[in-house]
């Protein structure tokens, strides 16, 4: 974020999303100063959820899409994502309500049974999305 030593501003709305994910003043210290930091220093102040070597880079990246893709509802995760961001928007009550319905409708899917299933027989789950 080199905006203020380039005469800029924030730009697409960073001004918005930062302060939501490191913080008030981790934020405001970024833009007001462009301040160039390290990737532990991003870990530390919740700017990225992890930091890998780059030599084991790739692999990990695949190896965490392959855990996501092979042992998660993909219906949860279209479900959480939108719960998620459409969160960032909402008041706690309006948050709460979202998911009460969004609990209910998934008591009927295939993914639930699916979840309740694989646990029970101990085995790898086989969700369909549905």
Do not use: C
């Amino acid at each position: 974020m080199i905006f203020s030593k380039r005469g800029l501003v924030a730009e697409y709305g960073l001004a918005w999303i930062l302060p939501r994910l490191v913080g008030l003043g981790n934020a405001i210290e970024l833009m007001y100063t462009s301040k160039m930091i390290e990737s532990q220093e991003a870990l530390r102040i919740g700017l990225v959820s992890r930091v890998l070597p780059e030599e084991n880079f790739l692999p990990a990246v695949q190896e965490f899409a392959r855990e996501l893709a092979t042992t998660v509802s993909p219906r949860s995760l279209r479900v959480i994502k939108r719960q998620v961001y459409t969160g960032l928007l909402q008041s706690l009550g309006e948050a709460f309500d979202l998911a009460t319905e969004e609990m209910k409708g998934s008591f009927g899917t295939e993914d639930f049974k699916e979840g309740v299933a694989h646990f029970l027989e101990k085995r790898a789950a086989a969700f369909t999305g549905r």
